[in-house]
């Protein structure tokens, strides 16, 4: 009996990394991994698929000898174990690439892109898909809390599903997949998403993000652009209508049919390139809507009505894009409307983490002022005048470098108070807040964050805690000071 390929990963406790890792085990390999930090709850995850962790990055890994090395993109040049690995010239390769030759290659997948909501979006479509008893595979940067994980395998599909366009005979099942626009690795700069060649492709929104590594919008339009090239004549790119920056992208050039949601009315389909470059014409495109009742239109055809408690006019748009790939992969929307009825959202997407004295503590990962808006926006169209804490932790690179800083006081104006931890910035976030007023407050010691928040709340408050990052705990410190 031969011995299973073994893969040494560089970088395994990230959410992305550590889902491959996961994939990997149920697919057969030897898994091992290296990171810097490695502490629950992802050592405690992969430890009990059986994967073997070494902190820190040692040229001793080495004598592991792997078929691979798998790089994810915390891994910089001067790195000893990467360096060591270049010197030997040993084999390497990216994450994404791995996963596109490894797993994907024979599947049906379906991308989720955009600035924001990929997780909840993409863990809404493979619920869908579940629900339906397709049992699709899935690698999403969070939790679904339907599923309890993060990654899996799909199961085998063996023939395509009556809904797809064309001839599919990949039969290796459906994939979903958060499609990422960061960058691939240190030596691939390419975004994720290009290695995955969805047949269903899902461009949520797109904005400005990730200032360390793109200029300007127009270079991750670029970078989406690249994705839209990568999606087949018999797929389907479901567009946000709403969009001026996604209309730009497929102004690019358009080879696929295309679904727009959350439009007023069906866009012209929008392709300037001339057939002489390959582009196909007259394709047109579809429009879904979702009206003040919930109810959700294709075509102008009323389908059904969207029952659930998630908050919002993002998660509505979110449920429609959902809604429309799913039906490509051969659900009907009816069945995707019951599904998304049971749908248990993602950990840390208006999590409540627990109450105490009369005040309810919220955990979310908004990040990005249109995020940080449509959170609070969600928040006040649940809880009506009731007071609402906003707490902030600008932790993403983007936030790091100040470059949203002047939109942070219009995306906290739903708020009745402001909290905001500046421990590490490189920019006066007090600056910044002033446009707010006494209504907010800036501290550089998260104890002393802690402690002005619970002495301010009152009960009947909502305290609103939003962070990319664990934001040192605060969640159940401020639950343990405000009982």
């Known amino acids: 009996m031969s011995q299973p390929k073994h893969i040494h990963i560089l970088g395994i406790c990230g959410t992305f990394m550590g889902g491959i890792a996961a994939i990997a085990k149920q697919s057969g390999y030897r ?135 064309g001839n599919y005979h990949g039969g290796g ?30 461009l949520n929104n797109l904005e400005f993000d990730h200032a360390d590594i793109f200029p300007d919008l127009s270079a991750i339009e670029t970078q989406f652009h690249h994705l839209v090239r990568t999606v087949p004549g018999n797929g389907l790119v479901v567009c946000n209508g709403r969009e001026e920056s996604l209309q730009r992208v497929l102004q690019r050039g358009c080879w696929t049919p295309v679904e727009t949601f959350g439009s007023p009315r069906p866009l012209p389909h929008p392709n300037p390139l001339p057939v002489g470059e390959g582009a196909i014409t007259g394709l047109g495109e579809r429009g879904w809507q979702i009206d003040s009742e919930d109810k959700v239109y294709f075509d102008g055809k009323a389908q059904g009505t969207l029952h659930w408690d998630l908050l ?61 808006a449509t959170t609070v926006a969600g928040l006040r169209s649940k809880v009506g005048n009731a007071r609402i804490l906003a707490v902030l932790e600008p932790r993403s690179n983007t936030m790091k470098l100040g470059v949203m800083k002047d939109a942070l006081p219009g995306s906290l104006k739903d708020a009745d108070l402001t909290f905001c931890y500046a421990g590490n910035l490189g920019w006066d976030a007090r600056s910044a807040l002033a446009p707010l007023g006494d209504k907010a407050v800036v501290k550089d010691d998260l104890n002393e964050l802690i402690e002005v928040i619970a002495t301010a709340a009152k009960s009947g408050d909502h305290i609103l805690v939003m962070s990319n990052g664990g934001f040192g705990g605060i969640h159940e410190k401020l639950l343990r000071r405000i009982a």
Not at 54 to 71: H, S, T, Y
Not at 176 to 194: L, N, P
Not at 314 to 341: E, F, M, T
Request: aromatic share 8%; charged share 20%; with cysteine.
């Open 312 to 372: 919002g006019e993002h998660n509505r748009l979110n449920a429609l894009a959902a809604l429309a790939a799913a039906r490509h992969a051969g659900v009907p929307v009816a069945q995707g409307l019951s599904a998304l009825a049971e749908f248990k959202n993602v950990k840390r997407r208006m999590e409540v983490k627990g109450q105490a004295n009369g005040i309810t503590v919220y955990d979310d990962f908004a990040h990005h002022p249109t995020a940080i």
């Open 173 to 202: 099942g459906f994939f979903v997949i958060e499609a990422d626009e960061y960058d691939t690795a240190f030596f691939d700069k390419r975004s994720k998403f290009v290695h995955y060649h969805p047949r269903t492709a899902i």
């Open 31 to 165: 898994v091992t991994g290296c990171d810097a930090n490695v502490y629950p709850p992802m050592s405690t995850q992969l430890e009990a698929q059986g994967i073997e962790l070494i902190e820190g990055w040692g040229a001793e890994q080495l004598d592991l000898k792997p078929d691979v090395f798998v790089i994810g993109n915390v891994v910089s040049r001067g790195n000893p174990l990467m360096e060591e690995i270049l010197n030997r010239n040993l084999p390497y390769t990216s994450g994404p690439q791995w996963l596109a030759e490894n797993i994907l290659r024979d599947k049906w997948v379906l991308g989720v892109a955009g600035t924001h909501g990929k997780t909840t979006t993409a863990s809404m479509l493979a619920w869908i898909l579940e629900h339906a008893g397709l049992n699709p595979g899935f690698l999403i940067g969070g939790v679904p809390q339907n599923f309890g994980i993060s990654a899996r395998l799909p199961a085998p599909s063996p023939q395509p599903s009556p809904g797809g366009r």
